[in-house]
């Protein structure tokens, strides 16, 4: 483990032992949502002494490691794993209490079911994290799950782009969870960039299709500043947002508007590109599109 963590211990096959440093203090409301969470994203742990010293004991059952799955499973499973991984991290950091900076990024202390691939995370509820920051803790699962990857030997295309996108530093969690929401077949279909992409109105009452036939496409109400224009709603800003081509496919970023922008009803963060699959829903503010590939 990395110079930040400090040791785990496995204790047994079901049990994992987290000995906190002395001057650790428990972080009492943590601990509390440990004990009564209801979505079951945390691997069971409970507060024991031994010789007058505080200790974390941790029983994951009958779950694998995701180190174990990776290695022993295909890249179209690994894929929806890992993106499973990332959606889970939103959920603890939406909880409003627990940090990201308070989980074990080791691999084999992340579980995962072998029926519902539901991921269980082990969090250590002592006032002192296990890294510096939620932004370390990120780079350190990114670049362990990259090191994973490679080791299966099995790099294709979209491997690649997996790769890519765990390399960059300044990744977050919620571009990393839109990221993975493409399937492992809309990767595969992206080996070959689409001539052009078309978004289809679904309210075609309100607003035509925009067919997105240049690199860089701005989308608003603003007739003279965009590529496609939106008429008839006042929550569209001017300049809403951008769609990209670049060499793998189409790329959305929303531009800092008012009333936002969303990819299959998850809100984009301003100013941060997000991949396109096709029949993806795009909600412009108030206006809905179906992404095609033409």
Not at 110 to 139: A, G, H, M, T, W
Request: glycine content about 4%.
């Amino acid at each position: 483990m990395s110079g930040t963590e400090r040791a785990l211990y496995q204790f047994s096959d079901r049990e994992i032992i987290f000995r906190p440093d002395d001057q650790d203090m428990v972080c009492a409301t943590e601990y509390k949502v440990m004990q009564n969470q209801k979505t079951e994203y945390l691997i069971p742990g409970m507060i024991m002494t031994l010789n007058g010293k505080l200790q974390m004991i941790y029983t994951p059952g009958e779950q694998s490691s995701v180190s174990e799955r990776i290695e022993l499973s295909d890249p179209e499973t690994w894929y929806e794993l890992i993106r499973q991984i990332f959606i889970t991290m939103l959920r603890i950091r939406e909880n409003g209490i627990l940090h990201l900076s308070s989980l074990a990024a080791d691999l084999h202390y992340i579980y995962v079911s072998s029926i519902e691939n539901r991921i269980c995370f082990l969090y250590v509820p002592f006032s002192k994290r296990l890294y510096k920051s939620d932004i370390e803790f990120v780079q350190q699962l990114c670049q362990r799950l990259a090191e994973k990857i490679h080791s299966t030997g099995d790099i294709k295309v979209h491997t690649q782009q997996i790769l890519k996108v765990l390399a960059d530093p300044t990744i977050t969690v919620r571009t990393l969870t839109q990221f993975f929401h493409i399937t492992k077949k809309d990767l595969d279909s992206q080996q070959i960039t689409p001539r052009g992409l078309r978004l289809i109105s679904l309210q075609p009452e309100r607003t035509e299709d925009l067919a997105i036939t240049k690199e860089i496409f701005l989308i608003g109400r603003n007739i003279s500043g965009t590529d496609g224009l939106i008429r008839d709603s006042l929550q569209v800003g001017r300049i809403h947002c951008r769609i990209n081509r670049i060499e793998d496919g189409y790329y959305i970023t929303d531009l800092n508007s008012t009333n936002g922008t969303r990819i299959n009803g998850q809100e984009l963060e301003p100013d941060q590109a997000y991949p396109i699959s096709e029949h993806d829903t795009i909600q412009i503010a108030d206006i809905s599109f179906r992404a095609e590939f033409v």
